[in-house]
């Protein structure tokens, strides 16, 4: 190694370290080469620990749900995927994953992961209007989008009538937040009892049953029943069976479809039907992107009454970049976004670009991942069909343009003398043609 190669190899070395996302390489033999701090923070592991262990034996989760292990098998990258697992000493970790194949030449010699932690985030029960100490009614919900209002209109029929509700819907769509709208909506004059189910045991479900038999008069949500084992599954069924005559009010939810939750044996058939007297499926944010503004207003405007602040929306560069982003983090995602940006106001009226959190503005200038080489004509390889060769080409252009305008559609759109409308369909279609590849 000559010595310009030894200090930039210190250089990277020093990154590698100091960088607030985890990093974590393996080789062909799924045999871990860098872990880095950040990585041992999030997952609880240091490197000597991994070192001679595969990666399922040190966390739980199957092939195919692991990223890493997903990339050396394919040897194609995967973007953006939310990934949530348990590592050998039973602690929860929920990261957004970028995973790249690692090649010598033509050679796949490994693969590499960027991992950001919102563990956290995850674990936070998606209650904003707690920070204000009100409670959370219907009223209180500000989605305007069609799929929230009908979600609303049918959760207001269950509290009615005092119906078992079954939620579904993935990490962060606002089922808390409907779960204790139904609760303060129902006749119920007492408490809401939450059973988070990640962790919890048999004592728990005891317990909570012998507080029930002390005060009838409640609600009881289950949040997460699908994390339970099936014997805990099948003692909590018993636990709200002995239950289900008496005033208590039953709510639960599931992060995905019951009915493949069921066929995958992660959800009780039983327990199922015994909460699902009505179903009310909360889409992700993604599908209701309408709700995004109103939502960002609501938190605005608590802010200003709670810390006097002046901020009063975002700038037209911040929205536009938040109507275009996926959000697989759904509105908690969206909430610590604004938890970060807010920390950094002084005497702004509005979010700017320059407020958001640098792991977003990364995130958000990711489209594709080509190089000018990938366009320039090269003898003796083969050709490929024009119409794949023009659609990557226009996926690298507008990735460019849109890093050249630092993510502003109305910037790279103008750049580009096409409308605002035409570039904001072609990305999005860009999107879902990679979200199917």
């Known amino acids: 190694m000559s010595a310009s190669e030894k200090d930039l190899s210190l250089f990277y070395q020093f990154a590698v370290e100091r960088v607030a996302v985890g990093i974590h390489a393996i080789d062909t033999k799924g045999k871990t080469i860098l872990y880095n701090d950040k990585m041992k923070e999030i997952e609880g592991f240091d490197f000597e620990e991994l070192a001679d262990r595969s990666l399922l034996e040190m966390f739980r989760f199957d092939q195919h749900e692991s990223t890493l292990l997903q990339v050396l098998q394919s040897g194609m990258p995967v973007s953006n995927r939310k990934q949530t697992y348990w590592n050998r000493k039973g602690q929860e970790i929920t990261t957004i994953n970028d995973t790249y194949p690692v090649f010598d030449h033509s050679q796949l010699v490994g693969a590499i992961e960027i991992s950001q932690d919102v563990t956290t985030l995850e674990k936070v029960v998606y209650q904003p209007l707690k920070k204000y100490e009100e409670p959370i ?130 959800l009780l058939k039983e327990l199922y039907y015994f909460f699902s007297a009505m179903t009310i499926q909360l889409e992700p944010l993604r599908n209701r992107k309408e709700d995004i503004v109103p939502f960002v207003e609501d938190y605005l405007s608590r802010h200003r009454m709670h810390f006097g602040s002046i901020v009063s929306g975002l700038d037209a560069e911040v929205e536009e970049l938040f109507l275009s982003y996926d959000w697989p983090g759904n509105l908690k995602e969206l909430e610590l976004i604004l938890d970060e940006a807010t920390s950094l106001l002084t005497t702004q009226e509005k979010i700017t670009y320059q407020l958001l959190p640098q792991h977003f503005k990364a995130k958000t200038q990711k489209i594709g991942s080509a190089t000018p080489e990938d366009f320039i004509f090269h003898s003796g390889k083969d050709l490929l069909p024009l119409d794949d060769y023009l659609r990557e080409a226009e996926i690298y252009y507008l990735q460019k343009a849109m890093d050249l305008h630092r993510g502003n559609v109305t910037k790279a759109a103008s750049a580009l003398g096409m409308s605002r409308q035409n570039l904001q369909y072609r990305l999005r279609k860009i999107k879902k043609n990679e979200a199917q590849g």
């Open 137 to 266: 009614t219907f009223n209180s919900i500000s989605a305007i989008s069609d799929s929230m209002q009908q979600v609303i209109a049918t959760a207001q029929k269950a509290a009615m009538i005092k119906l078992p509700v079954l939620l579904i819907g993935e990490a962060g769509t606002g089922k808390e937040l409907i779960a204790e709208a139904i609760h303060f909506a129902s006749s119920s004059e007492g408490q809401l009892h939450t059973l988070y189910c990640h962790g919890t045991d048999q004592e728990k479900i005891d317990r909570l049953g012998l507080d029930l038999a002390e005060h009838p008069s409640g609600t009881i949500y289950c949040e997460r029943i699908d994390l339970l084992s099936l014997p805990l599954q099948e003692h909590l069924l018993k636990m709200a069976k002995s239950r289900a005559t008496s005033d208590t009010y039953f709510i639960a939810s599931v992060g995905e479809d019951p009915v493949d939750l069921i066929s995958s044996e992660k």
